[in-house]
């Protein structure tokens, strides 16, 4: 039966699940298994004193629920009496704040008491004070059990100052790995931040839309303060990466960050790759933006606006449980290849559509204007973990994939198809004979366009988390830009 713990001693339990089915039949010996994790401290600029801005190990966070001050520990106890059942109600999740520093207090006021958190997590104690020798484990009450710590690569285990009898076996092999496995698949208290994290960066997206439709922005500056503000004023004080407003030719550039420059005095459009996190949670929405042409797309922009949706749509149709992240890449070179034939940018003089799709594929062309990967694992990070438990692959229409394990029920992803005009990354085909070079000259000031949703994946299919109000199509975003239709 699954679990109907409490947020976040549900993810112990998931997690000691994970870790005891990780290294069969080895990992189901009665054990004592005892978890160290080391919260993150606040850190400062280097030969400074300006403090950078705190944000919480991501594993940390996931076991704690995220509320902890800085320099917290967290350990996790579970005496296995062998097998694979668990039982759960013998896993203590315990949290450790820091002891109360008066010079601290002075600067930075009190910090939460155990009783403040406690009414806002459910683990098993919230304690005050703690060091590495306080945290080494204690005998186990099953006096015959071996213990083993398990910690994180990045952190040192707790250490005793007197050898024990029982002497605890320290591991860093197999936490870690268990903590991608239990992250991707979200619960239901984690898909609930996550929707409120996209219903808050819909809005500004859809607020951005409206006010560079009214004229009111002017430069990439105003529109990520603008974006910014909307998400900071309803709460959500950090963004889930750094966003991407790119007007023109800038966004051709994936992650193109400067968003410093004023919009171009020619029609093109404004790329907004954008997300704001609530309660350590991502989104990672982009959309797309008519600029100088009375809010309408050209006629080069709807088109590959247009094409950019179809991939998307496209993608849509695989997405469900045990869907393959890779043939869904594949799809969108297929789906991009078609529409440039369509559109005559790319030509192949014989054969069938079918053989024409084949041999610009094998050639590699598509990546110049597709180049990254249709999506990604969304959760506490915006790359979230777990999606390569074996490493990238080489093949170069599947290399930038970071999701390589079958989808699932619970997992979040991102489904960005994009196309580009971008001269770098077109430079090694400049002499393509499937590219119609002078068409293709004509579409250059588009610069690029990528169209990202959220999607869970459920048990038939998914929930786009991505509110449907939230404009996407060329019609859809003319709507609120052109309210009156006509440029
Ligand atoms: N915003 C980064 C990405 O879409 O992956
Ligand atoms: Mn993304
Ligand atoms: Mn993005």
């Given at each position: 039966m699954a679990s109907t713990a409490p947020y976040p001693l549900l993810h112990s339990h998931l997690l000691i699940k994970r870790l005891i089915s990780l290294n069969k039949p080895s990992s189901l010996r009665p054990a004592r298994h005892y978890i160290f994790l080391e919260g993150s401290k606040v850190e400062c600029r280097h030969d400074s004193d300006r403090e950078l801005p705190f944000e919480q190990e991501r594993n940390f966070s996931w076991l704690s629920g995220?509320?902890?001050?800085?320099h917290s520990a967290l350990t996790i106890s579970y005496e296995h009496e062998g097998?694979?059942?668990?039982?759960?109600?013998a896993i203590e999740t315990r949290l450790w704040l820091p002891e109360v520093d008066e010079a601290e207090v002075m600067w930075m006021g009190m910090p939460p008491t155990p009783s403040e958190i406690g009414q806002k997590i459910h683990v098993t104690a919230i304690h005050q004070g703690w060091s590495r020798h306080s945290l080494?484990?204690?005998?186990?009450?099953?006096?015959?059990l071996e213990t083993i710590i398990h910690h994180l690569p990045f952190t040192k285990p707790p250490t005793s100052i007197a050898a024990q009898i029982n002497a605890p076996i320290p591991t860093s092999e197999y936490l870690l790995k268990a903590l991608h496995e239990a992250r991707r698949n979200k619960t239901k208290v984690e898909i609930e931040k996550m929707k409120k994290a996209n219903e808050l960066s819909s809005g500004a997206h859809k607020y951005l839309m409206e006010l560079v439709g009214k004229g009111a922005i002017k430069d990439e500056n105003a529109a990520e303060a603008e974006f910014v503000a909307y998400c900071r004023r309803r709460g959500s004080k950090i963004q889930a990466y750094s966003s991407i407003v790119a007007a023109g030719k800038s966004a051709g550039t994936l992650h193109y960050v400067a968003n410093d420059q004023p919009f171009p005095t020619e029609p093109t459009l404004l790329l907004v790759d954008a997300g704001c996190e609530w309660q350590d949670y991502a989104s990672d929405i982009t959309r797309v933006i008519p600029i100088g042409n009375g809010g309408k797309f050209t006629k080069e922009c709807a088109e590959i606006v247009t094409l950019v949706c179809e991939m998307q749509d496209a993608a849509f149709k695989l997405?469900?449980?045990?869907?393959?992240w890779e043939d869904v890449q594949l799809l969108m070179h297929d789906v991009l290849i078609r529409g440039f034939l369509k559109l005559g940018l790319f030509v192949v003089p014989e054969g069938s559509e079918d053989e024409k799709v084949e041999k610009i594929k094998a050639s590699g062309l598509s990546s110049a204007f597709y180049p990254h990967a249709v999506g990604h694992l969304l959760g506490l990070d915006t790359h979230d973990v777990g999606g390569l438990p074996e490493g990238r692959s080489t093949d170069p229409l599947l290399r930038y994939l970071r999701l390589r394990v079958p989808l699932e029920e619970g997992f979040v992803v991102t489904v960005e198809p994009g196309c580009y005009f971008n001269e770098f990354l077109f430079a090694p085909f400049k002499n393509s004979e499937f590219v119609n070079h002078e068409l293709l000259a004509k579409y250059l000031y588009v610069g690029g366009v990528r169209i990202e949703d959220n999607l869970l994946i459920t048990k038939d299919g998914f929930e786009n988390?991505?509110?449907?109000?939230?404009p996407r199509t060329v019609e859809e975003v003319e709507a609120v830009t052109c309210p009156t239709g006509s440029a």
């Open positions: 995220g509320v902890a001050p800085p097998g694979e059942a668990i039982n759960e109600d080494y484990p204690p005998p186990p009450k099953n006096r015959n997405i469900k449980p045990n869907a393959n988390l991505t509110p449907s109000w939230l």
